[in-house]
């Protein structure tokens, strides 16, 4: 499944599009049993608090490998879909997992992903992120949030909320007053993309239900940051077959991928969401 020119245009227009149904049900039942048995995953696992008393776990990598992980960001759907929307190749900027488990998943705050990437050298607001949902994504769960068409806002002042950054609280709270709120609930193999400049968070998890997410995102070729960052720079991108990801199954789950550490590499001690 690639997404269509009416999607591409929705998403240009309101700054994010959801696509139903993106991934099969084999395919996300084994992200979903890789996730969730996976050792390696767990013990990379670092959490940020949300400043609410709650916090967040995830796990952090910037080069998709040969596992199921790796497979789902250079499947020839996610990858081709990202090109139609930023016009051109494009690279893995990075991907990771979040883990907001029941009762105890914190929320995120108020924010845009180039108020970071930003930060990192990248000249040009032409990255998209791609939100997997593994599990069912619900208002009670903690399900996204995004402000419609506040991609056209450009990018806003960001500061600390507990331990993430998060958009100037007083230009948001003007935003909502003439921007629409939407809740994307979301069933597992839904997935969203949204501009880097859209605004949008999530509540605290308090249900008896976790909201896992796979988030993989892309940085246009031809948008290669002036500087290193805890980000990669332009590196060529091997696609894959959209099979690959079932081909890859759960056996191989985390076997090629470089998970990184928060004590040691600065891509985790900063990560965004």
Not at 14 to 27: D, H, I, K, Q
Not at 248 to 255: K, T
Request: aromatic share 10%.
């Amino acid at each position: 499944m690639i997404l269509s020119a009416e999607q591409v245009a929705a998403y240009h227009a309101e700054g994010y599009v959801l696509a139903r149904g993106f991934f099969s049900g084999e395919a996300i039942d084994l992200l979903r049993r890789a996730a969730k048995e996976d050792r390696a995953l767990d013990d990379h696992a670092f959490s940020r608090s949300d400043g609410e008393g709650g916090s967040v776990r995830l796990t952090l990598w910037n080069h998709p490998g040969d596992s199921i992980y790796g497979m789902f960001a250079r499947c020839e759907s996610m990858v081709r879909s990202a090109e139609a929307l930023l016009g051109g190749e494009v690279y893995h900027y990075h991907s990771k997992m979040i883990m907001k488990d029941a009762r105890v998943g914190g929320a995120w705050a108020w924010h845009q992903d180039y108020g970071y990437w930003y930060q990192n050298g990248v000249l040009f607001p032409l990255l998209t992120s791609v939100f997997i949902a593994v599990d069912r994504a619900t208002r009670e769960n903690g399900c996204l949030q995004v402000i419609q068409r506040s991609h056209e806002l450009g990018r806003i002042s960001h500061g600390l909320t507990g331990e993430q950054a998060g958009a100037d609280p007083e230009r948001v709270a003007a935003v909502l007053e003439r921007l629409p709120l939407v809740h994307v609930e979301m069933e597992p193999g839904d997935a969203l993309f949204f501009h880097p400049n859209l605004l949008h968070r999530s509540d605290q998890n308090t249900s008896e239900h976790p909201r896992w997410s796979m988030i993989c995102c892309y940085n246009a070729a031809r948008n290669d940051p002036y500087k290193d960052s805890h980000h990669p720079r332009y590196t060529p991108l091997d696609v894959v077959p959209d099979a690959a990801m079932v081909a890859a199954g759960v056996a191989r789950f985390s076997a090629s991928e470089a998970f990184l550490d928060p004590g040691r590499d600065a891509s985790a001690r900063y990560s965004e969401r």
